[in-house]
């Protein structure tokens, strides 16, 4: 029997590059991003099988074109890591950029309903499937000037229960993994490529690695098809909330 096949978006970087690392031996790879130099770097690297698709989540036909020109042996996926999702921005309401408003929205919810309407409908055919959520912290709790980006993340917890409500009847399994502090790309985008403010998100206390959340997934996913691993909330120690951190060393 051929090994099943799993697509995550967001594999250029992060927890998708950490969770195609991981699953590479267990799994027939999908791995998706923007950035196509970083996927076929990644790809000589795994050791599994493995496909490319190189768009952006943002972009609806885009999303729909590039998998439904993967090859008929590869339409069937057995597992969708939504995974792709940006933060861009930490500022009050009023001060906020629409750009990054738009990017935010545009990535974290419209994207990751265009990835799931574009694999869901062969999963509901063949009655099995799992979809896992990358979610946050941010979508359990609201924290100061981060309006939007919470409220996305909001949305992606509405629309995780949403779909294990509808897809029930189906078989498919739907999991939130809602990471806290997670040392990444993550602040570099969300501060523009300040790197030197990314790297005081991190100081002072042992952030989570994006190899701490793919063990995660690949936990979750090594459950038996009768127990599904619903909503997941893993953070570092060090963190008790959004805005508490025992940066005992500061």
Partial sequence: MSQPIALITGATSGIGEATARLLTNQYRLIICG??????????????????????????????FTAINSLPEEWQKVDVLINNAGNAHGLDLIHDGNTDDWDAMIDINVKGLLYVSKAVLLVMVS??????????????????????????????????????????????????????????????????????????????????????DVAETIEFVLSRPAHVMIGDLLILPTDQASSTIVNKKNQ
């Fill in 34 to 63: 923007r950035r196509k130099d970083r996927l076929e770097s990644l790809q000589a690297e795994l050791a599994g099988e493995s496909q490319i698709l190189s768009f952006d989540v943002r972009d609806k036909d885009t999303v």
């Fill in 126 to 211: 063949r009655k099995k499937g799992h979809i896992i959520n990358i979610s946050s912290i941010a979508g359990l709790e609201v924290y100061p000037k981060g309006n939007v980006y919470c409220a996305s993340k909001h949305a992606v917890d509405a629309l995780t229960k949403g779909m294990r409500m509808d897809l029930n009847e189906h078989g498919i399994k739907v999991t939130s993994i809602d990471p806290g502090l997670v040392e990444t790309e993550f602040s570099e985008v969300r501060f523009k490529g300040d790197s030197e403010k990314a790297e005081q998100v991190y100081k002072n206390y042992k952030p989570l690695t994006a190899h």
